[in-house]
């Protein structure tokens, strides 16, 4: 038995705000979506356009108060080819919430305050 990696879900609470996000700092786009009937819920699949994997963003209606993300210990980490391009895009952003230049990676964070990593391609 084998088992790959599919997707990672974040809940979101403004859907467009969380997208146009993604689009401009991390080049996600939209790949499937769905709809609730009753339009409780709505769930966009974002890819990279490289590889399989997801990120799927959840939009609940009903959801009005910002996710406890506890003391934000997970996260979501992304290679960046051009490191330096992808830090001056972010800087311009205001998204970067940590640096770690040791290490040389850097955080950014999103509309709901989820923390990404960036790291150089090595």
Known sequence: MKF?????NINVLDLE???AFYKEALGLVET???EAADGS??????GDETTPHKLELT???DRKEPYNLGDNEF???FTADDFDAAHELHKKMGCICYENEAMGIYFINDPDN????IVPKR
């Open 4 to 8: 790959v990696f599919n997707h990672n």
């Open 17 to 19: 705000k969380s997208l």
């Open 32 to 34: 499937r979506r769905k």
């Open 41 to 46: 819920f709505i769930l966009v699949f974002l």
């Open 59 to 61: 939009w609940l209606r």
């Open 75 to 77: 996260h979501i980490a």
């Open 114 to 117: 989820y923390w990404l990593e």
